[in-house]
């Protein structure tokens, strides 16, 4: 079995820890662990090891699920690892929703076969008959990033529900990954509240700014969960000590509703404050599709050969790291070229960029100054 290299990863590593500042970050900024009790008493594995029962039930019930039907991971990229691995084998099929976050098609490429369906700029439209269309006998996971990254595109509930059917029709699950759904101010319903065939994964990292817990979730039909536990005892074995005990406390009722309306406006204002900035600075080629989340994917300006080499000069210039939208391409994750070369039918990502703006809106404020200054500069 062989994998990519994970492109932004990789990029990230480049830049990252020599910078001054992070626009590329697609969550929103953390938490302080002092708004927390951070004793969990014993320091062993979660016993049970997919997660403490009562707990479970608790989250499950969100999805008019029982416990069996729920694992708690060491965050939703587990979660996602352990849904592809329990409903894929060798000789089968997986159409992605793309672009998306690289592990959400290297993943299932890796295990199987996949096809690509390509979300429609510049409103990253999808359309469902071409996810019909891909499917194949041996499809077995339909895959889907909503809200997504990196394009900030939140498909409705209309298209979530029919692309639910059409997984269903065809006897393939639907793998969601939602980990930014509760930055949105109106949200379409988990899919694994949709029925047997939807699988949802999420976390507590985006869009409850807590990361660094390493804590989420997998939930969906039984089945697939006897799957994802079988190959868990291989991987993580439980989720942290540490995570589930932060995690109650941030899912129960004294911390939730206020730490998703802090995170939330934090995201309304950053929103806000960033379209200002593509307006004033629309006369250049800069312009995006109005994101849910905090990630937005913006259009190369002006001038800049490509994603990664407009990346590339602001983080030298500027000290800003930025995303290229070759990271997200998938097509052959870590080399230069990734996403420059894509046939006429696939949308050239590297004519974009992805900028995060869930960071405090004083260090947002000093990026968007010192990108402007750049942009004044290469007019
Ligand atoms: C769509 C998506 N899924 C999963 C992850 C990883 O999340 P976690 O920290 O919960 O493992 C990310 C991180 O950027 C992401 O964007």
Redesign the pocket.
């Known amino acids: 079995m062989e994998i990519e290299p994970f492109s932004l990863e990789r990029w990230f590593d480049q830049y990252e820890h020599d910078a001054d500042i992070m626009l590329a970050e ?2 929103i900024r953390s938490l302080d662990s002092s708004e927390f009790d951070t004793d969990p008493g014993e320091l062993g594995y979660v016993i049970p090891t997919d997660g403490d029962p009562e707990f479970k039930a608790e989250i499950a019930a969100r999805y008019d699920r029982g416990p069996e039907e729920i694992a708690f991971t ?7 690892f352990l849904a592809v691995l329990a409903a894929m084998g060798e000789d089968s099929h997986a159409v992605v929703v793309t672009p ?2 690289q ?2 098609q290297a993943v299932p490429e890796a295990v199987g076969e996949i096809s690509r369906v390509w979300l429609e700029p510049p409103d990253w439209n999808l359309d469902v008959e071409e996810v019909r269309e891909a499917i194949r006998p041996e499809t077995e996971l339909v895959v889907l ?1 909503n809200p ?2 990196p394009t900030g595109r939140y498909h409705s509930r209309e298209i979530v529900e029919t692309l639910y059917d059409v997984a269903a029709a065809n006897d393939a699950y639907l793998l969601c ?1 939602e ?2 759904r509760l930055l949105a101010g109106e949200t379409v319903p988990p899919v694994a509240s949709m029925g047997e065939h939807g699988v949802s ?6 869009a409850y700014g807590l ?1 660094g817990l ?1 804590f ?1 979730w997998l939930c969906g039909p039984t089945e697939l969960l006897g799957g994802a536990r079988q190959w868990k005892d291989y991987t993580t074995i439980s989720p942290p000590i540490f995570g589930q005990h932060v995690a109650r406390q941030a899912l129960g009722e004294e911390h939730e509703a206020d730490i998703l309306a802090r995170n939330r406006d934090l995201a309304a204002r950053n929103r806000e404050r960033v379209r200002e900035f593509i307006s004033e600075h629309e006369h250049q080629g800069l312009t995006w599709h109005d994101p849910v989340g905090v990630n937005g994917f913006l259009a190369v300006p002006d001038g800049f050969e490509s994603g990664r080499s407009f990346c590339r000069r602001v983080v030298e210039e500027e000290s800003i790291v930025l995303a290229p939208g070759e990271c997200f391409a998938g097509l052959s994750g870590g080399s230069e070229e990734a996403g420059t070369n894509s046939p006429s039918d696939v949308p050239n990502l590297a004519e974009y960029f992805r900028f995060g703006f869930g960071l405090p809106s004083s260090e947002l404020e000093e990026g968007l100054s010192r990108l402007g200054d750049f942009l004044e500069r290469h007019r």
Do not use: F, I
């Not at 994964?201 to 985006?206: G, V, Y």
């Open positions: 697609s969550g060491c965050g939703t990229q587990e979660a996602n998306t976050y592990s959400l990033n997504n990254n990954d980990v930014y994964t999420t976390s507590l990292t985006k990361a390493r989420g």
